[in-house]
C-alpha cells in the first residue's frame, strides 16, 4: 500500500495560483496511475487530473484544462499546479495512487478556498 502525503493547501484570493504537493512512498514499478481528486460539502469526490506514472501522459476534465497542471518528479512527490482559481475551485484535494496490483491509496486531503 502507497503512503501518500498531501500539502500547500490554503486560502486564495480567485485569480491566484497555489501548488499542491503529495508525497508518496511508491515507485514507478508499482504504480500505475496518479490523480488528483476534489470534493466539496455536498458533492461527489471528482478527479481533476491524473497521470499514468510510467509515460507521464496526463489527463484533465475540461472544468479545469488550462488551469491545472499535474505533474511527478523522481523524488517521490507529484504535484498539482492550480492557476486561475475560481471560487467554485473551493474543496478539499486529495491525491491518490492506483498500484498494478489495483490497490488504490488516497492521502489524508489539503483544504483549498478561493474567496476573496
Known amino acids: 500500500q502507497v503512503q501518500l502525503v498531501e500539502s500547500g493547501g490554503g486560502l486564495v484570493q480567485p485569480g491566484g495560483s497555489l501548488r499542491l504537493s503529495c508525497a508518496h512512498s511508491g515507485t514507478i514499478l508499482s504504480i500505475n496511475t496518479m490523480g488528483w481528486y476534489r470534493q466539496s460539502p455536498g458533492k461527489e469526490r471528482e478527479l481533476v487530473a491524473s497521470?499514468?506514472?510510467?509515460?507521464?501522459?496526463t489527463t484533465y476534465p475540461d472544468s479545469v484544462k488550462g488551469r491545472f497542471t499535474i505533474s511527478r518528479d523522481n523524488a517521490n512527490r507529484l504535484y498539482l499546479q492550480v492557476n486561475s482559481l475560481k471560487p467554485e475551485d473551493t474543496a478539499v484535494y486529495y491525491c491518490?495512487?492506483?498500484?498494478?496490483?489495483?490497490?488504490?491509496?488516497w492521502g489524508q486531503g489539503t483544504q483549498v478556498t478561493v474567496s476573496s
Open positions: 497521470i499514468i506514472f510510467s509515460s507521464g501522459r
Open positions: 491518490n495512487a492506483v498500484e498494478y496490483s489495483g490497490w488504490s491509496s
